[in-house]
């Protein structure tokens, strides 16, 4: 069975994907700035301490995980931070930016070693990203952040493609946890649309920008 690696997994989405794909048998691999009891409990491999936003830790992912080899590499840590214009938090924006964006780039690249022909990348993005759909406005750090990892997503494609190596933007739908003040469906419900998308996805279909439920999205 694959080895699969995913960020942001203490709770929400991520903890359900990494609970779904050990039930089903792959190998899986928790990465978290701190475990929850939850995911404890789940019996995966967990390495803890890890920011995605910052370097060195990214770094000291990959010592923990050496030569292992990475079958699937699913980048789904990210935050939420509410503003508003005309009382916008800049630092706040970069910290967005910082884990949204440039978390996915920064894992991806430190761990390209140990993936392989044949090795996919997921990338948790969103709807809110996309600027043919944006028809609300708001949200103004995170969807800047999201419509940035979406390029970042696109590049990554064009750079792992002559390795065989496929890359997907996924959108979870709107989900049920803390950071969406637990409106929506539940985690389990969009993993499983996930798990889905990332099972389906190919070389054909790599660098495309797919909802949960199966369809594309405009960008």
């Known amino acids: 069975m694959p080895t699969t690696l995913v960020t942001g997994c ?10 779904q794909l050990h039930a089903r048998g792959d190998t899986v691999i928790g990465v978290c700035r701190q475990a929850s009891d939850e995911l404890k409990q789940t ?3 967990v390495i803890e301490g890890i920011d995605v936003s910052n370097g060195e830790s990214v770094a000291n992912l990959k010592l923990a995980l050496g030569d292992a080899q990475i079958d699937v ?3 789904n840590a990210g935050i939420l ?3 508003t214009f005309g009382e916008l938090d800049y630092g706040s924006m970069l910290e967005q930016y910082e884990v949204n964006a440039l978390g996915p780039l920064r894992v991806t690249e430190a761990l390209a070693g140990n993936l392989h022909e044949g090795s996919k990348v ?18 103004w750090g995170y969807r800047a952040s999201k ?4 390029m970042i997503g696109t590049n990554l494609m064009h750079e792992l493609r002559p390795r065989g190596i496929a890359v997907a933007l996924l959108h979870p739908g709107l989900v049920a946890t803390d950071m969406t003040g637990n409106h929506g469906i539940s985690p389990q419900e969009s993993a ?3 798990i889905a998308r990332i099972d389906e996805l190919s070389m054909e279909s790599s660098g495309s ?3 949960a439920e199966g369809y594309t999205l405009p960008w």
Do not use: E, K
């Open 10 to 19: 203490n709770r929400g989405i991520g903890l359900q994907l990494v609970t």
């Open 43 to 45: 019996g995966i491999r």
């Open 73 to 75: 590499l699913i980048n």
């Open 81 to 83: 931070r509410r503003d």
């Open 122 to 139: 997921a990338i948790v993005t969103s709807r809110v990203g996309s600027i043919d759909d944006n028809g609300s406005g708001g949200n």
């Open 147 to 150: 419509t940035a990892v979406n």
């Open 192 to 194: 499983i649309g996930l």
């Open 209 to 211: 920008f797919w909802h």
